[in-house]
């Protein structure tokens, strides 16, 4: 439940529009609900400024839709991540108004009227095209909350002048997220170029030696640029879950 509705649920028992009563079945959910499966968590916006966020692999498409349903029928925001075809396809057909990303992978339903307020926009900038399916989903993971965000695509140091390119695009974000593969090294580019926060999130995508991203991860941390923080490998939906928090208002 958002803050919104438990302020408008005290408001109408306040002017007696709505029974103490009612008001309890309504509040009775809370904090968690069983479903028997899941202990969904519906003071989660109310702590962390949005809802649980339904993380699909190994779920059944029952489990996810039931999770789905619940989390909407409570009037929150739905962000589902990691979705394959098939739940993807079962999402939609529950819920019409939901959007599947298939290159993110993602399916979100935003209900909220009004975005949160926010110091500015969050620039997604990914290295190459093999790095789009966790880019797509930073910019998914923003948009479900609220944030403006903007992509800018295929700019690697391979070609460093496409990147040089965009440098007010760089200079006016407010929070920049870089991710890549291979050997990772756009993340401390980046980093060296701006003087605001810059999280890295390296992708699996690169050949023997990369380790399956651990070589981008190792190439990050070790970043000799000021103020570059790194998240786990693929994790687009970490990295911009983190951006919203730095970039509220």
Known sequence: MTPDRIRNL??????????TEK?????????????????????????????????????????????????VSHGADLLATRVTAAQGEA????????????????????QSNQPPPTRGEIL???????????????????????HPVSLLADVGVAGIHRLLSAQDRLFAASVIIVVAGMEGALASVVGGMVGVPVIAVPTSVGYGAHFGGLAALLGML???????????????FGAAAAACIINRA
Request: with cysteine; charged share 20%.
């Open 10 to 19: 005290l408001e109408q028992v306040r002017d007696g529009s709505l029974s």
């Open 23 to 71: 008001a309890m079945e309504t509040l009775r959910a809370f904090p968690f609900e069983d479903l028997g499966f899941a202990q969904l968590d519906h003071h989660r916006a109310l702590r962390k400024g949005f809802p649980e966020v339904i993380f699909c692999e190994s779920k059944t498409v029952e489990q996810v839709v039931a999770i789905a349903d619940r989390i």
């Open 91 to 110: 999402l939609c057909a529950a819920i019409p108004q939901a959007r599947y990303n298939l290159t993110a992978r993602t399916v979100a339903f935003r």
């Open 124 to 146: 997604v900038v990914c290295a190459g095209t093999s790095d789009l399916p966790v880019a797509e989903e930073a910019i998914e993971t923003a948009e479900a909350m609220g």
């Open 222 to 236: 070790n970043s000799c640029a000021t103020g570059v923080t790194v998240v786990n490998i693929d994790n687009g």
